[in-house]
Every structure is written in C-alpha cells, then in structure tokens.
C-alpha cells in the first residue's frame, strides 16, 4: 500500500483502537453494575455509561476500522488512490471525526443518554444528532474516493471482473450507502427537528422503522470487512487458493440485495405493523442466512484442501495441518468458530414465535457479543496484526505473534463465561438495558443474579483481552522493529471455474435490491404514515 493511503488508513485505524480503549472499559463498569455489586461513583448514569459503551464500540470502532481496512484493501488491489480520491479520503475521516467528537461531547455531559440504537421516544440533544449526522455524511464522502477507485479500474480493464476485495468494498459501501439513507432520514426530518423544539411529537413507529431499515444492513457492514478477511487473505496466510471466486462474490451480491429488507425482525413484537409483512421480512432474513451457509462452506473447503495438501489424512487429520501458531490465521479462526452458535442464535431471534421469548432479553445482547464482539473483532484484530505493521513499515515479533494468539483465548473464554451466562439469564426472562435497581429486589431477580454475577466475571477476563490487544497494537505502531510486512492476498485455485461477469453487473443487481426494499417497505410505511399518532407534528411536518 502506498505510504500516503497507509497515512490515511491508519489515522482511521487509530481512532478506532482508542474508541477499543474508552468503550471496552465502560463494558466493565456495565457488567459489574449490573452484578449488583457496584455502584457508579461521581453520579455517572447507567445510561449514560451504556450510551458511551455502545457507540464507541458499536458505531464508532467499527466504522473508522473499517474504513481503514477498506482503503488500504481498495489501495492494495485496485491501486494507489489519486490525489482527489484521497482527498476526499481526508474529508470524509475529519468529517466523521467532528461529528464523532460532537456526539462524544454530548454523551459525556449526559445530554444524549439514548443508546446506540438512538430511535425515539429517547430524546437527546440536537448536536447529538448532528453529529451522528456528520458521521454518515463523512462516511459517504470516503466511501465516494474508493467507488471512483473501482469505476476508474473497470475503465482501463473493460470485461474484466474487478479485483475480488476491491470489488467486495464496493459491495459493502453500496449497502451502507443505501442502509444509511434511512437514518439520515430519520435523523434530519424527525429527530433533529424535534430535539430542536421545532415540532412536540413525532411518530415512534416511523422512527423506529427508518433506525432498523438501517439497523440491520448495519450489521452486516460489520461483518463484511471480517468476510473479505475470510475469503481472500485467510486463504493466502494458510498457504493455500481461495476455493472460489464466482462463490465469493456471489455470497456478497447476495448481501446487498437480502440484508436491507429485513428490519422488522427487530419489531417483531410491536404493533402497528401488519403481520403479513412482519412474516415477508422473517422470509428474507432466513435468505440472508444463506450467503453466510455458504460462507462456511467456502472456508471448510479452503481449510480442507490445504491440510489434505499438507499430507492431512483421515476425515479430520487435515485440520491438524492448519497453521495453529499463526496469530495471523489463529485469532480470525477463533472467530469464525464462534460464527457457529452466534449465528445458530440469530435464527433462534428470527424465528416469530422464539422471539417472542427472547426480545428485549440479555438473550439479545449475548447474540450480539458473540456475532459482533467476537466474531468480527476477533477477526479485526488478527487483520490488525499485518496490516498495522505493513501500514508502519515493522514487524510483528514471535512474543507478539505469541501474545496475540494468548489475548484471542483469554477473549474467547471471557466471552464464553459472559455471552453463555446472558444467553441462559435471557431465556430465564432477564431484561436487556435495565439497571439492577429497577429489577435487583424483584422474586424473579435471584433466579438470574448468578448469572449476572457471571457476567461481571466474564466481563473482567475481556478487560484483561482488551489491555493485552491494545498493548499488542502500541508495540505495533510504535515499538515493534522496523521491517517489511506482506498484505497477504489470496489466489483463486486453479480449479475454480471462470467468474461469470454477471457478477458484477452492477445494474441487475441494484434492481433486484431497489425492488425488494421497495416491496418490503411500501404499504407498511404508507399503513404507518396514514395511522399516525394524532398531533404526531413530526409525521406532518415532512
Ligand atoms: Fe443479529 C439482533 C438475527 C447475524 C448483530 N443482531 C442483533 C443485534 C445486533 C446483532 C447488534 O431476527 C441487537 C440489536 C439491538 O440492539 O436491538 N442476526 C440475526 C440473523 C443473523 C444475524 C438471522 N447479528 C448477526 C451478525 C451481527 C449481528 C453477523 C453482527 C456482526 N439479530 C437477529 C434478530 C435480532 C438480532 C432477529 C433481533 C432480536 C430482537 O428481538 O431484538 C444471521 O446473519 C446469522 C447467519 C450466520 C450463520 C453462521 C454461519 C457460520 C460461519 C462460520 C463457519 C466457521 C468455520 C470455522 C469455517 C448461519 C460462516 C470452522 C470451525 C470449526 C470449529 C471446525
């Protein structure tokens, strides 16, 4: 990667690991509180705590890794960026970067204590929303350097499929760009003018309706990245081919199309919504799932071949094979592992009838610590530990290597204790968001107390994770020996099949997701704006 979009990845990169720092220190704080045993010193709120351990984590470590990863992956494969597209590249991360310090400022003075998810009827401070603002706006200022980038490569080499990450950046970046039109929406034409005191109500549906027609997407934009991951470097740091190409982008395009129109499993329980489109969406989620199935195949196949390559023998001798001391394949694999339950636990949430069970549960937030939390950042960190050195010119030293592999199994035992207690407290009926006074002197509470005390236990070995990875990552900026370090880019195996260009033909696609989101969302949306809320001035008001 070229120095100056090493400069920009990595200035991403670096707000991303303090948000690690601040945000996992509040997830802490949140599990003891919640254990019972701790009080907030200094009239800290417990939302305002979990506001911050949400966004930073959630929102803000997510996107600008992301962001970085994807510049220097565009750069890597598609070439370095021109002066204008990184330019742009710097817009966009200052952009975000005000939007973000404003909506920190806001959260710390406890004037937006509205979690992550920040729909109404929680009301926060207009700059909050500004900023979050500023943050999608900023995104899409970056994200425009990188499509130019594509565009530009498909110009020179017409007929020709696209690099395989250039091309699943692009995917990604379409979806987030279409995801995030709803929340803009929501933000500039609800919650803004409300938090301003232009308008008294605003239609919650609505609201809550545009956060998940973005929400969901959303997590897919975490997940993603952790795909390309899987799919074209894990490949190349094991030593063997990527299994298919035509497969790769197939699983993508199916993303783009399926994850947009499926929000409502995240409202399966609230009214106002007819059921027939409640069911329509849980059909689409259930295809979602698919690109991942064959995810998992890909990788079992990849993994295969090359132990069998490496004289693996038997049913099972190959996975002896796999590079076992390899941080670098390691601490992804720990979190592919995990994808396993994370995403069987996903389609329990999808189901209509399971959700009713465990909505609004601590069953939730265990899903999400291990699809998010471990899946995808345990496979950010292992990207972390080459692309940080190939972006500074170092090396990552054996007792690093060492270390790395050692803070993936404290973090993958941190979690199994945490995310399996909430996974059980969750179906016991233990509430999500809920501070311990409103429940902790409640008949039903001292079933699940020892759960939570679990929780804190958990939470306490994650801690101990994040202070091992961010000390792995200083001595990767700043310490480690100077030195080269490969962006390891995988091969197609020679025994894929040719990559039909249909692929990537950008204008089938985008029909089919246009038309599904329009399908999905026309008559509910039109149902919820004809039954507003009487004097619901927002509805009104665009
Ligand atoms: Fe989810 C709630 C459904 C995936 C994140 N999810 C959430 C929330 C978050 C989140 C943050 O339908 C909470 C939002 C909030 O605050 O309210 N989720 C799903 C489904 C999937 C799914 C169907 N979720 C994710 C991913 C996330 C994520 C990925 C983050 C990155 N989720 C839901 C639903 C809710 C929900 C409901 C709302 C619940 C409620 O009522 O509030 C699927 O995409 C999952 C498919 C995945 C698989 C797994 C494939 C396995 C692979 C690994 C292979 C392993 C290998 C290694 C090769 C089918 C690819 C070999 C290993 C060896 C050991 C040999």
Known sequence: VDRRDGKLAMAHIHVAFIALLIGGLCGLLQTLVRSGQFTLPWGIGYYQLLTVHGVLLALILTTYFIFGFQIAAVSRTAGTLTDKQRMLGWIGFWTMTIGTTAAAVMVLLNEASVLYTFYAPLQAHWIFYVGLALVVVGSWIGGAGLIMKYREWRKTNPGEPSPLLTFMVIVNLTMWIICSLGVAVEVVFQLIPWSLGWVDKIDILLSRTLFWYFGHPLVYFWLLPAYMVWYVIIPKIIGGKIYSDALARLSFMLFLIFSIPVGFHHQLTEPGIDSFWKYLQVVLTMMVVIPSLLTAFSMFATFEIRGRQLGGKGLFGWFKKLPWKDARFVVPFIGMAAFIPAGAGGIINASNQMNQVVHNTIWVTGHFHLTLATTVVLTFFGAAYWLIPHLTGRVLTKQMN??????????????????????????????????????????QATDWI???????????????????????????????????????????????????????????????????????YTVPVFDMLQNAPPGSKGYKFW
């Not at 306490?460 to 990552?473: A, K, Q």
């Not at 100077?482 to 249909?502: D, L, Q, R, W």
């Open 402 to 443: 060492k270390l790395a592999i050692i803070q993936a199994i404290v973090w993958a035992v941190g979690m199994s204790i945490m995310s399996g207690a909430m996974h059980i407290a969750g179906l016991m009926g233990a509430p999500r968001r809920s501070d311990f006074s409103t429940y902790g002197d409640s008949a």
């Open 450 to 520: 020892g759960y939570q005390i679990a929780q804190a236990v958990g939470g306490t070995i994650l801690f101990i994770g994040i202070i091992l990875v961010l000390y792995i990552i200083v001595h990767l900026v700043w310490f480690a020996p100077k030195g080269e370090t490969e962006f390891p880019i995988g091969e197609v195996s020679e025994n894929a099949e040719k990559t039909p260009m249909v692929l990537e033909n950008w204008k089938i696609w985008l029909t089919i997701c246009i038309f599904l989101i329009l399908f999905a």
